[in-house]
């Protein structure tokens, strides 16, 4: 969950899929979506937290159809069972991290896009009442292949320094980033095309150190450079999605999109989600590289 939420409008129109052929290339569409505490348990939930309501998930099941992407990083879910009542298993297949917590990273995948499941990055992992959650890990079998890593890192320290000592939530953030960084560098000498998509819970702007210490172990482009979120009336993007290697060539310039709801009323915030989906469009040459 985050701060500062407000109310946003429905901004775009839905893209090809991955099945359609452009000029030799396959198009991909790449999502990510906090869902926020996408449960039907009252079971380990903070006092301020209800479980969803069975229409609030069919509203989001309606919503994912509109998002209609091939591949979305999803955080803040309950598991694969409540995660296939709003991505549909006749549609999608449904990866998630072998945490022991509520609110789980995953990755959904369009039926028909191979893919082989990589181990949880767990090293993200770093409370010791393991409490903050993996990376997910998938490869997806393109020509040629994509390496994706969904992750939801830590709350708390959107904008402040990473070396604040009076805040534990910038130290665990701090400490989140050598596994990150071991991953994309790993990556960047294997020479393969790599994504990273989730709720970074920063904002990483241009001078921002979490950023360049990302940026320190590989080329990186960030589609939400330089853009702000209409999320519930506007605001910085903490929800991010990263390319490298060979993907920062494959991104189809002006395809950031936010999906908004078209609900109103604070209450709305909760009962579907504070974050929107975010999304880009890759085109995927159809040769190795």
């Keep these: ?46 006092p301020d ?54 609110q ?21 992992d770093v409370d010791p009442g393991h409490q903050l959650r993996s990376g997910v890990d998938i490869t997806l079998q393109l020509q040629p292949p ?3 890593l969904a992750v939801h890192l830590k709350t708390g320290c959107i904008d402040q320094q990473l070396g604040n000592r009076s805040r534990r939530a910038c130290a665990e953030l701090r400490q989140q980033l050598p596994p990150l960084v071991d991953w994309i560098s790993a990556r960047n000498s294997e020479g393969v095309a790599f994504a990273i998509l989730g709720d970074f819970n920063r904002h990483m702007d241009t001078r921002d150190q ?4 990302l940026r320190q172990a590989a080329p990186l482009l960030r589609a939400t ?5 209409r999320c519930w ?3 910085a993007f903490i929800d991010h999605i990263v390319l490298g290697g060979g993907a920062r060539d494959w991104l189809q310039s002006d395809t950031l999109r936010v999906l908004t709801y078209r609900e109103t009323g604070a209450e709305w915030q909760q009962r579907l989600s504070d974050h929107c989906p975010v999304s880009v469009r890759l085109r995927i ?3 190795p590289g």
Aim: net charge positive.
């Design 233 to 235: 009336g506007g605001e």
């Design 49 to 102: 937290v209800v479980p969803k309501r069975s229409d609030d998930i069919d509203l989001l099941r309606r919503y994912a159809g509109e998002l209609d992407a091939d591949v979305i990083a999803i955080q803040e879910v309950d598991g694969a069972a409540v995660a296939a009542r709003v991505f549909p298993t006749e549609t999608y297949s449904i990866h998630m991290s072998r945490d022991r917590v509520v």
């Design 1 to 46: 969950m985050r701060l500062g939420k407000r109310h946003l409008a429905w901004l775009a129109l839905p893209w090809l899929l991955l099945a359609s052929q452009v000029s030799g290339a396959a198009e991909l569409k790449l999502a990510t979506w906090n869902l926020e505490w996408l449960t039907t348990s009252d079971r380990n939930l903070p």
């Design 225 to 229: 450079e330089g853009r702000s979120s």
């Design 104 to 124: 789980r990273v995953g990755i959904v995948v369009r039926r028909g896009v191979r893919y082989v499941a990589n181990p949880d990055l767990t090293g993200l």
């Design 146 to 148: 994509l390496r994706i």
């Design 285 to 287: 040459p159809d040769r």
């Design 210 to 213: 979490f950023w360049s210490t």
